[in-house]
T-cell receptor
Framework: AQSVTQLDSQVPVFEEAPVELRCNYS??????LFWYVQYPNQGLQLLLK??????LVKGINGFEAEFNKSQTSFHLRKPSVHISDTAEYFC????????????FGTGTKLQVIP | EPEVTQTPSHQVTQMGQEVILRCVPI?????FYWYRQILGQKVEFLVS????????KSEIFDDQFSVERPDGSNFTLKIRSTKLEDSAMYFC??????????FGPGTRLTVT
């Protein structure tokens, strides 16, 4: 079984400042890792994914994440946030190679302050 | 860009009633999923569906739930006898490959 821990439930950050949203996972098998964003009253949009290869993954809207196998982490970063980045961000994991379920973390609400 | 659509966007029903939530996955996708998100909680997997059968389901997906692909385009989730605790946002997802799921906008189900 897989599990995902997002320790920060809320992260306030000033506009144009950098941000890091933390994610740690646990799994007994190889995994794929994802970050999804949920804007208010909307569905889930895939920001980026790690399947294999380079541990630094670039996604949409200027976000990137780095897979660290030894620390079982997949932290999300953006060098300069915008007001429009205010949303809830979910880290997720699924077993590699399968169509099996995606396990989500509890989410981190990013609040960008003007 | 193709997207997953879900109808209705909001469904209100009385406890004990049956509801059917509808999803139209992306047309060339082969794998289909339902998730739910109770207000304030994390997104939880319910079921995955491939080749006209359930491939995996969670402990939440008990006998009151069923899924169906009645035709070539729709994918439905039926809740037979709704309970108050079924109130949640229900997300449909689909994928072409085994590792990237595209989510719909969700149906908010309110059971009164």
């Amino acid at each position: 079984a897989q599990s995902v821990t997002q320790l920060d439930s809320q992260v306030p950050v000033f506009e144009e400042a950098p941000v890091e949203l933390r994610c740690n996972y646990s799994s007994s098998v190889s995994v794929y890792l994802f970050w999804y964003v949920q804007y208010p009253n909307q569905g889930l949009q895939l920001l980026l994914k790690y399947l294999s290869g380079s541990t630094l993954v670039k996604g949409i809207n200027g976000f990137e994440a780095e897979f660290n196998k030894s620390q079982t982490s997949f932290h999300l970063r953006k060098p300069s946030v915008h007001i429009s980045d205010t949303a809830e961000y979910f880290c997720a994991v699924s077993p590699s190679g399968g169509y099996q379920k995606v396990t989500f973390g509890t989410g981190t609400k990013l609040q960008v302050i003007p | 860009e193709p997207e997953v659509t879900q109808t209705p966007s909001h469904q209100v029903t009385q406890m004990g009633q049956e509801v059917i939530l509808r999803c139209v996955p992306i047309s060339n996708h082969l794998y289909f999923y339902w998730y739910r998100q109770i207000l304030g909680q994390k997104v939880e997997f319910l079921v995955s569906f491939y080749n006209n059968e359930i491939s995996e389901k969670s402990e939440i997906f008990d006998d009151q739930f069923s899924v169906e692909r009645p035709d070539g385009s729709n994918f439905t989730l039926k809740i037979r006898s709704t309970k108050l605790e079924d109130s949640a946002m229900y997300f449909c997802a689909s994928s072409e490959t085994l590792y990237e799921q595209y989510f719909g906008p969700g149906t908010r189900l309110t059971v009164t």
